[in-house]
């Protein structure tokens, strides 16, 4: 798995992708920072990050899209599906490596509260759990576009699937109040934002969603781990 995920992390570097992602999510949490805690004096930063999601939904198909698509469409995933490296070990080594790539603009975002404390009132607590809530959230979603990343040899397929999948899930609670009562009431309690809602919106440290999140990360791994042994004995 180690070499997986060296291997990985290089390739992304090399490729740009990954500057280009790290770039993107720093520009974006700058601008938003400077307009909601700078300019407005707003002394929560979770706001900065509620807007980040929507930033999310383009940026996360950018890094996940040539996971295994890439392999799939050069005709290496033969060569890692016969080697002896275990298959929960290469998915592992490429989930995590795009986990450390989205984990360096959230390392930096954690230096923004401490800015807001540094001139005024800052609530650390609460804007430190709700980036906690937000890099789970990402978490998942790098997995939900692995996932998908592994059913095509197509990156751009790849890609535009994880978006459509991403901004159903962003746009759920709205999607679920266009249907009748009973199923509407029904479907929103498969919210995916409402974890985070109660982060950012109602300061309230959601342990049962995090644990949600922390579910779902590691069934689109599974999913995929699967679909990759289903490939190696067909």
């Known amino acids: 798995m180690t070499a997986i995920y060296k291997r990985e992390l290089s390739s992304y570097f090399n490729s740009m992708i990954g500057y280009v992602f790290v770039a993107v999510l720093i520009f974006f949490t700058g601008l938003y920072f400077m307009a909601y805690n700078l300019y407005n004096g ?19 198909p950018l890094l996940t899209m040539k996971s295994m698509a890439e392999e799939r469409h050069s005709r290496t995933d033969q060569l890692l599906l016969t080697s002896p490296v275990t298959l929960t070990g290469m998915v592992l ?11 360096i603009p ?3 975002m954690a ?3 401490l800015i807001i404390a540094m001139n005024g009132e800052a609530r650390l607590l609460s804007d430190y759990a709700s980036l906690f809530a937000f890099f789970l ?11 998908l990343s592994s059913l095509t040899e197509s990156q ?3 890609a535009v699937s994880t978006f459509a999948v991403l901004l159903i899930l962003y746009l759920w609670d709205s999607l679920t109040g266009f249907l009748p009562s009973a ?21 309230v440290f959601d342990l049962g969603g995090l644990v949600l999140y922390l579910s779902l990360a590691g069934l689109f791994v599974f999913l995929t781990i699967q679909g990759m042994q289903k490939r190696r004995w067909s």
Do not use: E, R
């Not at 989930?95 to 790539?101: D, E, G, K, L, W």
């Not at 959230?137 to 996932?147: E, Q, S, T």
């Not at 309690?189 to 950012?200: D, G, K, L, Y």
């Open 111 to 113: 230096f923004c509260p």
């Open 183 to 203: 199923l509407g009431d029904l479907l929103s309690a498969f919210s995916f934002t409402q974890t985070f809602n109660n982060f950012v919106q109602y300061s």
């Open 106 to 108: 959230v390392a930096l």
């Open 137 to 147: 959230m990402g978490c998942v979603f790098l997995a939900i576009g692995m996932f």
């Open 93 to 103: 080594g490429k989930y995590f490596a795009m986990v450390t790539i989205f984990l």
């Open 42 to 60: 707003l002394p929560q930063f979770s706001y900065t990050l509620y807007s980040l999601t929507s930033i999310l939904l383009f940026a996360i």
């Open 156 to 158: 751009i397929i790849a």
